[in-house]
C-alpha cells in the first residue's frame, strides 16, 4: 500500500479552508506536552472506525505524529477501513519547525526515549546478572537485541506498544482534547 503524505504547509493549507480534520495518533501524554493546535487526538492504539468517522466526517483525514513513523502506521490501519488517509510528513516536529501553531503543555519523556532506557536497561541488567550468577541470563539481551533487530525491519516495536499502554503515558480524556474511540 502507497500511503499518500504532504508536507505540513500544504496540510495547513487544507485545515484553514476546513477540508481536513487533523488526527494526531500519539498517547495522550505526548499529546499534552506538544501538537499541532487544530489536532484531535486518537491514539494509534485506539483507531476505530466509528472514532474517525466521528472526527472527519466527509473532510479530508490527516494524520500527525511525532515524525512520521505511527502517521504511516495510522494511514495503513484507516485504509484498512476503507478512508483515504495523509501522512503529515516530519510529523510534529516538522509541523512546529515550519512555525505553525502549536500548543505546549507539561514536557514529557519522549516514547522512543523510553524504549532507549528500558532496552538499555535490560541489556546491562541480563549481562550482570549473567557474569554474577549464571550464563542463563544471557537470554535477556539476546531477547532484547532481537527484539531490536526485528523492530529495525520491520518498523513495529513491540516494547514501545507496551510502554504507550503504561498509566504513565495515560491521560484521563478530560485532559486533553480527544475523540474516544468505541472500546
Known sequence: MTITEIAPAEAARYLENGSAVLVDVRTPVEFAAFH???????????LAEDALRTACGSKRLLFICQSGTRGGKACEAAAKMGFSPTNVTGGTVAWGAGGFSVQRGKQVMSLERQVRIAAGALVALGTLAAILFSNIFLAIPLIVGSGLVFAGITDTCFMGMQLAKMPWN?????ACSTVPAKQ
Request: glycine residues 0%.
Open 36 to 46: 499541532a493546535t487544530p489536532a484531535l487526538n486518537i491514539p494509534l492504539d485506539r
Open 170 to 174: 495515560q491521560r484521563p480524556a478530560s
